[in-house]
C-alpha cells in the first residue's frame, strides 16, 4: 500500500530557505508511471498547488512561486524535496505531499493514458515561518 | 494561474441533494476533462473524490458524482449525510502542464 510522509524543521526564519522531505514508501519515485508533488494550505485557506515532477523528465511549478521552487528526488532513498527559498510569514502553511498524477502506457493502443489528480496524500506537516 | 472559482457555503438538510460550483476559463475546467474533487475534513488530508470530471475511485459513495458544461464543473452529493459536512475542493489540469485549485467551499449540514 503506497504511503507517504512528510519530514523537516517545523520552524523557518524569514528569508530562510525552508526544506522539507517525502517518502515513498509501497511505491517508488522513479516510477515512469507516476508523477509526485507539493501541495499547501495556510492556516484557515485553501489549497495552494506547488509543483510536480515526473521521473527524471520534467518539472513544473505555480507560476507564483516558481522564482523560489525546486523539487527533486532521491532516487536512492526513494524520498523527494520540495526546497522554498527567500520565504516570508505567507509561506506559513501545512505541506502536503502528494502522487500528484499517472502515466500508463496503452500496449494494444500503442499510446500513453494519462491522469492528473492527487489521490495519495502525505498527513501533512506544518512549517511556520517566524 | 488564479484558483477556480467556487461558493464559499453551501448547506442542506440529512438526505437532500446539493451542488457545488467550480467555474474555471477555456485553459483549464473548459480544455480539459482533467477536473478533480477533494473532501477535508479538519486537521486531515484532502480525499480524492471524483477524478476525470465524473470518476469515482474505488470506495468512494456513490452519493457522490460529478459532471461538467464548458468551463464550470459540478460535484453533487445526493442523500446527504452528517458526515458529508467538511470542506471541498475541486482541482484542474491547465494548458500550462500546471494544476490549479478551486477556492473552496464548506459544505454543512442542517
Known amino acids: 500500500q503506497l504511503q507517504l510522509q512528510e519530514s523537516g524543521p517545523g520552524l523557518v526564519k524569514p528569508s530562510e530557505t525552508l526544506s522539507l522531505t517525502c517518502t515513498v514508501s509501497g511505491g517508488s519515485v522513479s516510477s515512469r508511471n507516476y508523477y509526485w508533488g507539493w501541495i499547501r494550505q495556510p492556516p484557515g485557506k485553501g489549497l495552494e498547488w506547488i509543483g510536480s515532477f515526473y521521473y527524471s523528465e520534467s518539472t513544473h511549478y505555480n507560476a507564483s512561486l516558481k522564482s523560489r521552487v525546486t523539487i527533486s528526488a532521491d532516487t536512492s532513498k526513494n524520498q523527494f524535496t520540495l526546497r522554498l527559498s527567500s520565504v516570508t510569514a505567507a509561506d506559513t502553511a501545512v505541506y502536503y505531499c502528494?502522487?500528484?498524477?499517472?502515466?500508463?502506457?496503452?500496449?494494444?493502443?500503442?499510446?500513453?493514458?494519462?491522469?492528473?489528480?492527487?489521490?495519495?496524500w502525505g498527513k501533512g506537516t506544518t512549517v511556520t515561518v517566524s | 494561474q488564479s484558483a477556480l472559482t467556487q461558493p464559499a457555503s453551501v448547506s442542506g438538510s440529512p438526505g437532500q441533494s446539493i451542488t457545488i460550483s467550480c467555474t474555471g476559463t477555456s485553459s483549464d475546467v473548459g480544455y480539459y476533462n482533467y477536473v478533480s474533487w477533494y473532501q477535508q475534513h479538519p486537521g486531515k488530508a484532502p480525499k480524492l473524490l471524483i477524478y476525470d470530471v465524473s470518476n469515482r475511485p474505488s470506495g468512494v459513495s456513490t452519493r457522490f458524482s460529478g459532471s461538467k458544461s464548458g468551463n464550470t464543473a459540478s460535484l453533487t452529493i445526493s442523500g446527504l449525510q452528517t458526515e458529508d459536512e467538511a470542506d471541498y475542493y475541486c482541482s484542474s489540469y491547465t494548458t500550462s502542464s500546471t494544476s490549479v485549485f478551486g477556492t473552496g467551499t464548506k459544505v454543512t449540514v442542517l
Open positions: 502528494a502522487r500528484t498524477g499517472t502515466k500508463l502506457w496503452a500496449v494494444g493502443e500503442g499510446k500513453y493514458y494519462y491522469y492528473y489528480y492527487m489521490d495519495v
